[in-house]
């Protein structure tokens, strides 16, 4: 079993910052994946990035590739999303989750934390 943490959402005007963590404990092998997902009311889950934890490998979205940057730090199995310069369309309930290497499918889902952007 993994458990996946998130923190770090709030209320943030556009064009701000703000960091969300995501801590990572249990079972996770070395070729392991965490991604960003966010979801907001109407609207299907939407992927952010995801970085592999042992090669610190990434993957963005289109929407937020400029804007965003998602990072390790080893020692605190901690996932972070930076998000800068952010928008009214980022408001949105974000998780992350975790998956093996090679797995398509994302097991374990965090409980999710609310970003708010305000115009």
């Known amino acids: 079993q993994v458990q996946l943490v998130e923190s770090g959402g709030g209320l943030v005007q556009a064009g701000g910052s703000l960091r969300l963590s995501c801590e990572v404990s249990g079972r996770t092998a070395s070729a392991y994946w965490v991604g960003w997902f966010r979801r907001t009311p109407g609207k299907e889950r939407e992927f952010i990035s995801s970085?592999?934890?042992?090669?610190?490998?990434?993957n963005y979205s289109d929407a937020v590739k400029d804007r965003f940057t998602i990072s390790r730090e080893k020692v605190k199995n901690t996932v972070y999303l930076q998000m800068n310069r952010v928008e009214p369309e980022d408001t949105a309930t974000y998780y992350c989750?975790?998956?093996?290497?090679?797995?398509?499918?994302?097991?374990?889902w965090g409980q999710g934390t609310q970003v708010t952007v305000s115009p």
């Open positions: 970085i592999k934890l042992n090669s610190g490998i990434t």
């Open positions: 989750a975790g998956r093996l290497a090679g797995n398509p499918r994302y097991d374990f």
